[in-house]
């Protein structure tokens, strides 16, 4: 027993978690106070605005950058030590961001009446969607920097990078929105994505931009990120544009200020999920690229499933016992009914990570047509009961089950091509 113990303790895993922990407890102290100001000074209005700005620009950084982050990721794990290879996975997907990158900033600024429409309901905030235009190379680069941190395991820079965005992200946050309202929220969140390129940049000494990053596109390399390129898109843009869709329906069909304690729900859930999302960002999927034999893989995915699933339950618990106190503490008066609705959200976090870690085992091992396909069916599959539900249903407690109902189902399909399919990975 003691011996299983001392072996947890001291794995790699367990080291990066904590780790990642430290920057990630910031990030989470940081949304606490970002998210008090925002509930105080703009109510559920201002949360569901900056709920539809955060899932544009999710979408925007996957496709300015052509989804190459994941790649970058596990490529630059897989050829850390190869240097030829890894000159040129870093110079095709440096050039990939950066071309890509401008060629969006230029269709947003061709388009911004229709996108800020489509994203605010409003085409008032046409002036945010060209000022994002002008910062989309920076917010793409950023993006490169990060992945090839990740990748190259420089874990400690990757992690310096992150504290400074939540750092930035609370002093601009607090600063804008109380002279400025919804407005400044979403000024401050656009300033961070972009002046945290400046943070990467410093850390990215080791990268040898000389020496391995030059304007040049590699055929191979190039046919290797697109591997992952159109799952990672595909799951970048589905989701995401589903909580946008969903939103909108919730302020028309019903008001803003339900789509704002809706907006609040993910944002109180996702505090506490940072915690392990985080962990398995950085470690499990650059763990898994290194691996080559199905024992090994099923060895990481069993174990790792023991610390984040229980980990996911115990912190999901601690959340619904202390839920009177926190949601007022963390938000205000105004979202109190999150209070009657959160369990609801907690059983679709823990298959949200279940799904997470299956997820990150296909992926690593290329299986990227099953994912394409099950991203796209439970992507429609959460669109569809959220319509239902919304629109025949005027309670939160009815229509916050399309989110458990989709995790679950999901989650399931992968724990099936997992286990009948795996002996041919």
Sequence with gaps: MKSVFKNVVQSQLVKVSTFTSVSTIIKIISSFISAKFLAVFTGPAGIAMLGQ???????????????????????????RKDEAQLKRVLSTSFTINLFFSIFIGILLILFYPIISEFIFIDAKYGWLVVFIAFCTPLIAINNFILSALNGLQFFKKYVYVNIWASIISL??????????????????????QSTIFFVSLFHSKVIKWKQNVLLSIDKVTLKELSH?????????????????????????????????????????SSMYLLLISSAIGV???PKLSSLKTKEEISYELIFANKIFISGTVFLGAILLLLKKWLIPLALSNEFLPINEVL??????????????????????????????????????????????????????????????????????????WYKTKFKNI
């Design 53 to 79: 700005l955060t899932n544009f620009i999710t979408i925007l950084i996957q496709v300015s950058t052509a989804a190459t982050g994941t790649g970058v990721v596990k490529l630059t794990g897989e050829y």
């Design 171 to 192: 002093f601009l946050t607090i600063l804008l929105v109380v002279f400025y309202k919804i407005e400044g929220a979403l000024l401050a969140y656009v300033l961070t």
């Design 228 to 268: 992952f390129s159109l799952y990672v898109i595909i799951s970048a843009f589905c989701f995401p544009f589903i909580q946008i869709l969903v939103r909108t329906l919730l302020t028309e069909t019903l008001s803003i200020t339900i789509a704002g304690i809706w907006e609040g729900v993910n944002r109180v």
């Design 283 to 285: 470690y499990f999927f």
């Design 343 to 416: 369990y609801i959200q907690v059983i679709g976090d823990v298959f949200s990570i279940s799904k997470m870690l299956l997820l990150m085992v296909l992926l690593s091992r290329g299986k990227t047509s099953i994912l394409i396909f099950a991203e796209i069916i439970f992507s429609a599959l959460y669109c569809v009961l959220n319509y239902y539900f919304i629109n025949n249903y005027t309670s939160l407690s009815v229509i916050l089950w399309a989110y458990p109902i989709y995790t679950f189902s999901y989650w399931l399909f992968l724990l099936f």
